[in-house]
């Protein structure tokens, strides 16, 4: 899931929310939407390889 944050930069939350604290968890945050969008698949790609 990805998010523009107010500075202009885009950020990269894991879809689940975290139980423990009732959010999602920051996978990283990225100066375009395009950069956020390739690691969103690396992160899919490496969570079945």
């Known amino acids: 899931m ?5 500075g202009g930069k885009y950020r990269l939350y894991s879809r689940r929310r975290n139980p ?3 959010k999602r968890r920051n996978l990283g945050t990225f100066d ?5 969008m ?7 790609y490496f969570k079945r390889h």
Do not use: Y
């Open 2 to 6: 990805i998010r523009k944050l107010a």
């Open 38 to 44: 390739k690691h969103e698949r690396e992160v899919q």
């Open 20 to 22: 423990k604290t009732g």
């Open 32 to 36: 375009t939407k395009k950069a956020a």
